[in-house]
């Protein structure tokens, strides 16, 4: 069909969509003009409701969420080409939004599991040492993985048991991290920084076997052993999630663990509330469980 090269023509050049968007949506827009020819409508002259209707159809095939996405992408783009090409002066599909994105609740470790995998590191080689000190103040801090690896002297304040992190936007904050995170990080740079260093001097607070700053890579490959040893079903990130969840368990306000993880959106905080504080278990002294 002469409109469906064009439209593929225009996705590829003016709209710039790779090869692989410019035949998915093609192909889109194929099914649904099949789908109107049933009703005794064309492209040029479909309602609003034959496109609704249509997306309800494809809904019912039980596709994802990112699948209609698309679809309802694809028929966006075509009825803008229809009105840029002046073969249509309104949009039938204007007023057709994406569905929201059920978001799922985060994995929560409870803190006796924490504490299992914690402790489940051996402390007697120096990597060790220092991934005790590492997932402490992960848990600690509910830091990302980026966050922890690029951490620097300069943004460690082990008096005050602050550290300036700098996170997702260049976004800076301050968080504060307990007693025992302390007590992990002081040993870990005394008795296990200065044997992997090995002699060359690193800005970075946690440092690889080769003297350099540990990678995302290298915190999740450690992360993985000591899980699996533990028989825990965790992530890396999953420390992160139950730093926050356990803090609101414990009393914490909303806007207080917002700014903690660094959300710019408190909507991103606000799934943690829907978390059963039941399952949490016990044992949280003030705010958070290892002060």
């Given at each position: 069909?002469?409109?469906?090269?064009?439209?593929?023509?225009?996705?590829?050049?003016?709209?710039?969509?790779?090869?692989?968007?410019?035949?998915?949506?093609?192909?889109?827009?194929?099914?649904?003009?099949?789908?109107?020819?049933?009703?005794?409508?064309?492209?040029?002259?479909?309602?609003?409701?034959?496109?609704?209707?249509?997306?309800?159809?494809?809904?019912?095939?039980?596709?994802?969420?990112?699948?209609?996405?698309?679809?309802?992408?694809?028929?966006?783009?075509?009825?803008?080409?229809?009105?840029?090409?002046?073969?249509?002066?309104?949009?039938?599909?204007?007023?057709?939004?994406?569905?929201?994105?059920?978001?799922?609740?985060?994995?929560?470790?409870?803190?006796?599991?924490?504490?299992?995998?914690?402790?489940?590191?051996?402390?007697?080689?120096?990597?060790?040492?220092?991934?005790?000190?590492?997932?402490?103040?992960?848990?600690?801090?509910?830091?990302?993985?980026?966050?922890?690896?690029?951490?620097?002297?300069?943004?460690?304040?082990?008096?005050?048991?602050?550290?300036?992190?700098?996170?997702?936007?260049?976004?800076?904050?301050?968080?504060?991290?307990?007693?025992?995170?302390?007590?992990?990080?002081?040993?870990?740079?005394?008795?296990?920084?200065?044997?992997?260093?090995?002699?060359?001097?690193?800005?970075?607070?946690?440092?690889?076997?080769?003297?350099?700053?540990?990678?995302?890579?290298?915190?999740?490959?450690?992360?993985?052993?000591?899980?699996?040893?533990?028989?825990?079903?965790?992530?890396?990130?999953?420390?992160?999630?139950?730093?926050?969840?356990?803090?609101?368990?414990?009393?914490?306000?909303?806007?207080?663990?917002?700014?903690?993880?660094?959300h710019s959106d408190i909507a991103t905080t606000q799934i943690y509330t829907h978390i059963d504080e039941a399952a949490l278990g016990e044992g949280h002294r003030r705010h958070f469980p290892r002060d």
């Amino acid at each position: 069909m002469d409109l469906e090269r064009r439209f593929r023509s225009y996705l590829l050049t003016v709209r710039r969509r790779s090869a692989a968007t410019a035949e998915a949506y093609v192909r889109e827009i194929e099914q649904l003009d099949a789908f109107l020819v049933q009703s005794g409508r064309t492209l040029l002259d479909a309602r609003s409701e034959d496109i609704l209707s249509y997306l309800v159809q494809r809904g019912q095939q039980g596709l994802q969420h990112t699948t209609i996405a698309r679809i309802i992408a694809g028929v966006h783009a075509f009825y803008r080409f229809l009105r840029l090409e002046k073969l249509r002066d309104d949009d039938p599909s204007a007023q057709i939004r994406t569905p929201k994105r059920e978001r799922n609740l985060p994995e929560v470790l409870p803190p006796d599991e924490v504490e299992r995998v914690l402790d489940a590191i051996d402390i007697t080689t120096p990597n060790g040492l220092r991934d005790r000190a590492l997932f402490e103040l992960i848990y600690s801090c509910g830091l990302r993985i980026s966050e922890a690896a690029t951490l620097t002297f300069e943004r460690l304040y082990l008096e005050e048991r602050l550290v300036r992190i700098v996170g997702k936007r260049k976004k800076e904050r301050l968080v504060p991290f307990g007693e025992t995170a302390s007590w992990w990080l002081r040993r870990y740079l005394a008795e296990a920084r200065p044997l992997l260093e090995k002699g060359n001097r690193s800005k970075y607070v946690f440092l690889n076997q080769e003297g350099k700053g540990i990678s995302r890579k290298g915190i999740w490959k450690r992360f993985s052993d000591i899980r699996i040893k533990t028989g825990v079903q965790a992530k890396v990130h999953t420390f992160r999630h139950s730093f926050a969840t356990h803090l609101l368990a414990g009393g914490a306000d909303l806007r207080t663990v917002q700014e903690l993880l660094g959300h710019s959106d408190i909507a991103t905080t606000q799934i943690y509330t829907h978390i059963d504080e039941a399952a949490l278990g016990e044992g949280h002294r003030r705010h958070f469980p290892r002060d």
